[in-house]
């Protein structure tokens, strides 16, 4: 069964709302053990910032570079069915692609836009 570009598009954006909270429920869980990790460290005697940076950014920014690269691969996949579209001369498709695009690159990330 084919599906249409307006179909399609909908199937990506259903997708990346459910990536974005589970996100959200990810960074959620670092707030809200952050208090945890402040006990942590005042009872270790090492600095707060020391302490948090040591122990808990690494994984958050490890968690935030593969949704980029993923954002990136997706990005780079609807691209490049754009380019094919237009070799091919469907210059309607290239343009719902192209369109396809520039949304995805406009979508914040979790980090971007905290929710509400």
Same mark, same amino acid.
């Given at each position: 069964?084919?599906?249409?570009?307006?179909?399609?598009? !909908?199937?990506?954006?259903?997708?990346? /709302?459910?990536?974005?909270?589970?996100?959200?429920?990810?960074?959620?869980? +670092? @707030? !809200?053990?952050?208090?945890? +990790?402040?006990?942590?460290?005042?009872? #270790?005697?090492?600095?707060? /910032?020391?302490?948090i940076m040591s122990m808990v950014d690494p994984h958050i920014q490890a968690l935030r570079d593969?949704?980029?690269?993923?954002?990136?691969?997706?990005?780079? @996949?609807?691209?490049?069915?754009?380019?094919?579209?237009?070799?091919?001369?469907?210059? @309607?498709?290239?343009?719902?692609?192209?369109?396809? /695009? !520039?949304?995805?690159? #406009?979508?914040? +990330?979790?980090?971007?836009?905290?929710?509400?």
């Amino acid at each position: 069964m084919t599906t249409t570009p307006r179909e399609d598009d !909908e199937f990506e954006r259903m997708r990346l /709302v459910a990536q974005i909270e589970r996100d959200r429920l990810l960074i959620t869980q +670092y @707030e !809200e053990h952050q208090a945890f +990790y402040v006990a942590g460290s005042r009872t #270790a005697g090492t600095s707060l /910032v020391g302490w948090i940076m040591s122990m808990v950014d690494p994984h958050i920014q490890a968690l935030r570079d593969a949704l980029v690269a993923e954002h990136a691969e997706r990005i780079a @996949e609807v691209q490049g069915w754009a380019d094919e579209a237009a070799a091919r001369g469907d210059l @309607e498709r290239q343009r719902w692609h192209l369109a396809h /695009v !520039e949304r995805l690159k #406009a979508m914040p +990330y979790p980090w971007e836009h905290p929710a509400a």
